[in-house]
C-alpha cells in the first residue's frame, strides 16, 4: 500500500495523533504533525513531550489519522485521563492504536537526531498500513474552525511565557472568531463545548502570566 494513496505527498504536513505506551505499559496519544520523506515518515516531537520519551524507548508507535477532531483536543490536553477502551494492541509493533481512527500506520523508528536543544527528528520505518472504509460525512466549516483553535490555543500559553504579547492578541483574535464561527455552524454540540473550555483555559492562563490587556 503507497501512502500517496491516501493523499500523502512529499513536503506536506499531515496532522495525525501519534499513540505510544508509556514505561509503565499505559497507552498515551497526542496529536503530531507527520511528513514524509521518501518511504519513511518524519515526526519531530519536543524533548519535553512523553511522545519524546516513550520514541526513544520502544523505538515505536502508531500513526492514527481520524476526522473526529475532538480527539485532537482530549489528546492535546489529557485533562481526564484516556480511557484505555480507546486502544487495542497493534499488529506488527509494540504499541497501542486508537480503535476510532481510520487510518494506522504502524511504525518503528529507524534513526533520530536533534533538530534543537530541545527537538527531535526522527525517521520511522513503515511496518504495516491499515485502513477502513467510512460512510460518507457531510463536511462543516466547524471542523477546520475548531483544529485551527486547538493549535492555536497551545501556542497561546509558549507567547505568554515569552511575554510575545503580539502574538498572543493575534493568537486569541483567531480563536474568538473561531469561537463565533463555530457559534453560528455547530451550536450546542462538543465543538462549542469545547471552544469554551478552551477559551476558559487561556482565561486562566492570561492571570497566571499576568497578560497586561483584557482580552478574551
Ligand atoms: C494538530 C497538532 C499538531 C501537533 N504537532 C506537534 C509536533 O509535531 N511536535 C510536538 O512536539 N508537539 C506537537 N503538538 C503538541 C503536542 O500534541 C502536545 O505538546 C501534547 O501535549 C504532547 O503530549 P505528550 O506529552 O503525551 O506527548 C501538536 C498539537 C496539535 C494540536
Redesign the pocket.
Known amino acids: 500500500m503507497n501512502l500517496k494513496n491516501f493523499g500523502f505527498y512529499e513536503g506536506g504536513i499531515f496532522?495525525s495523533i501519534l499513540s505510544t505506551y508509556n514505561l509503565d505499559g499505559t497507552p498515551?496519544a497526542?496529536?503530531?504533525?507527520v511528513s514524509l520523506e521518501k518511504d519513511h515518515i518524519i515526526?519531530?516531537?519536543?524533548k519535553r513531550?512523553?511522545?519524546?520519551k516513550n520514541l526513544k524507548n520502544f523505538k515505536c508507535c502508531v500513526i492514527n489519522f481520524l476526522d473526529q477532531v475532538e480527539f485532537?483536543y482530549y489528546t492535546?490536553?489529557?485533562d481526564k485521563a484516556l480511557p484505555e477502551n480507546w486502544f487495542e494492541r497493534a499488529k506488527r509493533v509494540n504499541a497501542p492504536k486508537l480503535t476510532m481512527a481510520n487510518l494506522w500506520i504502524e511504525t518503528e523508528v529507524k534513526d533520530m537526531e536533534d533538530i534543537t536543544e530541545d527537538?527531535a527528528k526522527f525517521l520511522l520505518d513503515i511496518k504495516d498500513i491499515d485502513f477502513k472504509w467510512l460512510k460518507p460525512k457531510v463536511y462543516q466549516r466547524s471542523h477546520h474552525a475548531l483544529?485551527e483553535s486547538?493549535?492555536h490555543s497551545?501556542r497561546v500559553k509558549v507567547y505568554l511565557k515569552k511575554k510575545d504579547y503580539d502574538k498572543v492578541k493575534e493568537l486569541i483574535n483567531l480563536i474568538n472568531h473561531y469561537h463565533l464561527l463555530i457559534k453560528k455552524v455547530s451550536p450546542n454540540t462538543e465543538y462549542e463545548r469545547i471552544m469554551e473550555d478552551i477559551l476558559k483555559k487561556i482565561k486562566g492562563w492570561i492571570k497566571i502570566y499576568n497578560y497586561p490587556f483584557t482580552q478574551p
Do not use: D
Open positions: 496532522e498515551n497526542a496529536p503530531m504533525g515526526v519531530r516531537p519536543f513531550t512523553r511522545t519524546f485532537f492535546v490536553y489529557k527537538r483544529m486547538i493549535i497551545t
